[in-house]
């Protein structure tokens, strides 16, 4: 029995895996334009029990802030000299099973290449999470790869944002929801398997 719970236990994590991941802090677009006036959005989830009060997002080398888009119940403070966005909550912030999207214009570099954004997630209790690390770190930060191939996401020179955007946000919202319902659909049937296998045993 024990051989069988562990089992289903090992097929349940690897279900749930996608969902964990999709927890992150990321940044859309993935990709963009040499040069090009951008419109970013940081996508800011929380998992845990704290509410996250700030989010401290650093420019990029070679992507330079231009505005940002205002948020009620945020203040912004734009840090030039080290590059630094920073959004903090006038109230609650976000809290568990939330998230929150701040989006901001940034030129993007002259050279193709791919861009790091390291995010700082601030809790109510005190902790930090730092999405500074690669693509296997347990934080990661979010990347942008710039090209100099023609981007859908691309903004004009004016900094407005095309219509594909708002298609890409519909999908990820999408796939989200996709994700939490496999994953709790999977947790109904482990109950049930177990349960099945202890009655067989008193029987």
């Not at 095309?162 to 109950?191: C, F, H, M, R, Y």
């Amino acid at each position: 029995m024990r051989k069988v719970i562990a089992s289903l236990m090992g097929i349940l994590f690897l279900v749930a895996a996608p969902v964990v991941a999709s927890a992150h802090v990321t940044v859309a677009p993935t990709e963009s334009t040499t040069g090009a006036w951008e419109t970013y959005t940081v996508k800011v989830p929380v998992e845990k029990d704290s509410a996250t009060t700030k989010v401290v997002v650093k420019m990029p080398a070679g992507v330079a802030f231009q505005s940002y888009e205002p948020v009620p119940g945020w203040n912004v403070a734009v840090n030039k000299d080290n590059g630094t966005v920073t959004w903090t909550a006038t109230g609650s912030g976000i809290l568990n099973g939330q998230f929150q999207r701040f989006s901001f214009v940034a030129q993007n570099p002259e050279k193709s290449g791919t861009v790091n954004w390291d995010a700082y997630q601030y809790y109510a209790d005190g902790s930090i999470v730092e999405w500074t690390g690669d693509a296997s770190a347990d934080y990661p930060h979010a990347t942008t790869t710039i090209s100099k191939a023609a981007s859908e996401s691309a903004t004009d020179s004016h900094g407005k944002k095309a219509e594909p955007d708002a298609n890409e946000t519909a999908k990820d919202d999408s796939t989200s929801v996709v994700q939490w319902v496999t994953l709790g659909v999977s947790i109904v049937a482990l109950l049930i398997a177990i349960w099945a296998l202890v009655r067989k045993r008193k029987n």
